[in-house]
């Protein structure tokens, strides 16, 4: 083979360090693994399952130790379950000063035996209090059906409120990225 350039002797290099490094790496790879040794805290649960179940004390213990290391590093943690606490009557609270950069303020709000539905309000940077607290009246009053009525009280505050007969409500804030704002649910 001709090398014509700087290049073609570069990729040559290349190519030659890839073959090379992969014939020394294969033998390693080869090898055994050792076998993991659980530990303390792995084994306690093994060793009350043996004793709940007869069955499971006859499957050897690491093989089964490895598997459970594998997916427990792989799971993401699950996601924290949000309190549903249904109300007659909701406060809404937008506190802090003015929004210093683009957010979003989501709700999950959900009438007792109903299904629940998000709420999602886009807050521009600089948007004031007033202005926060209007649209998110407004998608409120959008997603609430009419068993609810919608009220400002204020500046800063929302008020939910069961129409008589009707169902109490949950609402909760599910997501709130709004720098120098707050948004607080509590009983109206």
């Not at 069955?55 to 598997?67: H, Q």
């Not at 709420?119 to 521009?124: A, K, P, Q, T």
């Not at 009419?146 to 939910?160: A, S």
Request: net charge negative; charged share 20%.
């Amino acid at each position: 083979m001709h090398i014509h350039n700087n290049t073609d002797f570069l990729a040559m290099l290349l190519i030659s360090i890839v073959v090379f490094g992969i014939t020394l790496v294969s033998p390693v790879q080869a090898q055994e693994e050792p076998t993991p040794v659980p530990e303390p805290a792995q084994e306690e649960p093994a060793a009350a399952a043996a004793q709940e179940e007869p069955e499971a004390a006859a499957e050897p213990a690491a093989a089964v130790a490895p598997a459970t290391a594998v997916a427990a590093e792989e799971a993401e943690p699950p996601e924290a379950a949000i309190p549903i606490t249904y109300r007659q009557k909701t406060l809404i609270t937008i506190g802090g000063k003015k929004a210093q950069a683009n957010g979003v303020v989501e709700f999950i709000v959900q009438p007792q035996g109903g299904e629940p539905v998000k709420v999602r309000v886009n807050v521009l940077a600089k948007s004031k209090l007033k202005a926060i607290t209007s649209d998110v009246l407004k998608e409120l009053d959008f997603a609430i059906d009419e068993r609810y009525k919608v009220n400002r009280n204020g500046d800063q505050k929302i008020t939910v409120k069961a129409l008589k007969k009707n169902p109490p409500i949950a609402i909760t804030v599910k997501t709130q990225s709004l720098s120098a704002v707050s948004v607080t649910v509590a009983n109206g």
